[in-house]
C-alpha cells in the first residue's frame, strides 16, 4: 500500500487555467521522495491537494483520485486527513501562533488529544532533535529557529506521511544536514516523508526517489546525478574585482540584546562602499539582527555604528523617509513588505518612475503578474516582487536577506545575475545574508562570519568557499 497515490489529477483554482493536468504520483512508506521543479509550477498546490487543504480551505476545481494512506480522501474533513499528514509549511510565520517554543510543540499534540505525559515527552525529543530551548520566545527566534521549530512541531504531532515545503529554505548548512538526517531516520523507521525543495545539493544525497514537476504534470527522475549536476552547479561571479573606494559602514563593538537574551555582544566590522559584502553564519548568530542594526530598524544595546551616506543622517538615531529612500531593505519573509493590492502598484509605490518601475518588473521577470495580488503569488514569485520593489526605488546601499529563497536553480541564476547587473549599473552597495552555497560566492567582494555575537572571521570569496566546505 502506497502512502500517497494521484491518479489522473486535474487541479485549477479559477476553473480556467489547470495547474496540474492528468498527474499521476506516488510516494511509499520508508522512503524520502523530493518534489523539485520550478517556481509556480504547482508544487505546493500538489501539497495542499494531499494535506486535504485543497478543497477544504483554498478552492478550486479537483478532479481524478487521491488516496492518502490507502483510503481515498474525497468528501474527508480535512481534520481526518491531518492524524494521517503532517505539513510543514513554506513560510514559518503562516504557522506559529503561539508564543513560546513549548507551547506552539504541543499545540497540535492538544488536537490530536496526547495526554500531558506524553506531550511533555514529544517535547523534549524533539526540540533535543531540533536543537531548540523550550523556554524561547516564539517571536525573537530567527527565520531558520522558526523553520525547525515549525518542523519540531509537525514531528511532535507522529504522523507516518510528512510533507515538507521547502524545509531548508532558511537553514544553515548543519542544519540543513541535521534535518535531512532526521527525515531519513523516519523513513528508516517506516514514515512516508516527501520533501519539495530547491536546495537539491543538500536534499539528494538523503532522497529515494526523484520527482520533477513541469509543464502541469509530474514525472520521475531516472537518473539522480545527472539532475544533480544540472541544477546545483555553483554560480560564477560576473563582476569585475572591486578595487574599493572607502567605508560606507563602520562598526565598532556593537552589542544587541533583547531582555535577557544577548544576541551580539561586540561587532567589529567594516563595510566598503560600493561593494559587497555577505554575511555568513549559522541560524540564530545575530546576522538579520545585524542587517537592522545598519539599517536603522533597530537601535544598537552597546557600540556604535558610522554612516558615510550623507553628513544629515549622521546625528539621526532612527531611519527616516529620506534614508529609507536611499538605503531599501529587502525582508527575509516577503509578506512583511508586501501591501499594496496588485504588484503594479507594489513595484511603483516607491519607484523613481512608473517606466523604471515597468522596466525592473520587466528584469525580475514578474510584469505578467502585474494585476495579481502579491499575497496570491507563489513563494518565489513574491521573493521576485519584493526585491523588485526595492530595486524600483534605485537605492544607493541594498540590503538583502536571503533574496534567493523560493528560487529554483534557472530562478537563483537569473536572481544573481540581476542583482550584479543593477549593482555594475548603480554603482549600489549591498549587503547580503545567505546560506546558499551556490551563490555566495557569486555576490560577495566581501565576507564577514559571525559567530558567538561577534565578526569571528573576515575576508573574501575564500571565507565563503571554507565556510561553506567545513
Known amino acids: 500500500m502506497s502512502a500517497i497515490t494521484l491518479k489522473g489529477v486535474n487541479f485549477s483554482y479559477d476553473g480556467k487555467a489547470n495547474i496540474l493536468e492528468n498527474t499521476d504520483f506516488t510516494a511509499e512508506y520508508g522512503e524520502v521522495a523530493l518534489l523539485s521543479g520550478h517556481s509556480g509550477e504547482g508544487k505546493s498546490t500538489l501539497m495542499y491537494i494531499v494535506s486535504g487543504i485543497i478543497p477544504n480551505v483554498n478552492y478550486g476545481e479537483l478532479s481524478g483520485e487521491v488516496m492518502v494512506g490507502g483510503e ?41 488529544a496526547f495526554p500531558p505525559e506524553k506531550i511533555q515527552k514529544q517535547i523534549g525529543i524533539v526540540c533535543d532533535l531540533m536543537k531548540l530551548d523550550p523556554q524561547w520566545k516564539c517571536r525573537t527566534l530567527s527565520g531558520g529557529q522558526k523553520q525547525r521549530l515549525i518542523t519540531a512541531s509537525t514531528l511532535a504531532m507522529g504522523q507516518r506521511i510528512i510533507i515538507l515545503d521547502e524545509p531548508l529554505a532558511n537553514l544553515d548548512k548543519d542544519g540543513a544536514k541535521l534535518l535531512m538526517g532526521t527525515l531519513r531516520s523516519l523513513a528508516k523507521a517506516g514514515y512516508c516523508v516527501l520533501v519539495i525543495e530547491h536546495r537539491l545539493d543538500m536534499v539528494l544525497p538523503f532522497v529515494d526517489t526523484v520527482w520533477h514537476i513541469g ?49 551580539l555582544r561586540g561587532v567589529t566590522l567594516d563595510i566598503p562602499k560600493g561593494g559587497r559584502t555577505v554575511l555568513l553564519g549559522e541560524n540564530g548568530c545575530g546576522k538579520t539582527t545585524l542587517l537592522r542594526l545598519i539599517a536603522r530598524l ?6 556604535k555604528i558610522t554612516q558615510c551616506i550623507d553628513e544629515k543622517f549622521k546625528q539621526k538615531p532612527k531611519g527616516s523617509r529620506a534614508w529609507f529612500k536611499r538605503v531599501g531593505v529587502v525582508y527575509q519573509n516577503p509578506d512583511y513588505q508586501l501591501f499594496m493590492p496588485t504588484v503594479r502598484q507594489e513595484i511603483c509605490f516607491g519607484a523613481k518612475s512608473e517606466a523604471y518601475a515597468a522596466e525592473i518588473a520587466e528584469l525580475f521577470g514578474v510584469k505578467h503578474l502585474w494585476e495579481r495580488h502579491p499575497q496570491s503569488l507563489s513563494e518565489g514569485q513574491k521573493r521576485r516582487v519584493s526585491i523588485a520593489a526595492v530595486a524600483a526605488c534605485a537605492p544607493e546601499v541594498l540590503l538583502l536577506d536571503e533574496p534567493t529563497v523560493g528560487q529554483d536553480y534557472e530562478g537563483l541564476c537569473r536572481m544573481v545575475e540581476i542583482l550584479n547587473r543593477l549593482h555594475a549599473e548603480t554603482g549600489n552597495t549591498m549587503i547580503t545574508i545567505t546560506h546558499d552555497v551556490r551563490c555566495a560566492e557569486a555576490l560577495c567582494d566581501k565576507a564577514y562570519l559571525i559567530e558567538g555575537g561577534v565578526a569571528a572571521r573576515a575576508g573574501g570569496k575564500e571565507l565563503v568557499r571554507a565556510y561553506f566546505s567545513a
Open 72 to 112: 481515498s480522501i474525497k468528501g474527508r474533513k480535512m481534520g481526518d486527513i491531518c492524524r494521517k499528514v503532517g505539513v510543514v509549511l513554506q513560510n514559518a510565520d503562516e504557522q506559529i501562533i503561539q508564543k513560546i517554543v513549548e507551547d506552539e510543540i504541543a499545540f497540535g499534540c492538544e488536537n490530536l
Open 215 to 263: 509543464d502541469k504534470t509530474v514525472k520521475k527522475v531516472e537518473d539522480k546525478a545527472a539532475y544533480l549536476r544540472a541544477q546545483t552547479a555553483k554560480i560564477e561571479d560576473a563582476c569585475p574585482a572591486f578595487a574599493g573606494a572607502g567605508l560606507l559602514f563602520a562598526l565598532d563593538e556593537v552589542a544587541f540584546s533583547v531582555r535577557e537574551r544577548e544576541i
Open 298 to 303: 533597530y537601535k544598537p544595546t552597546g557600540g
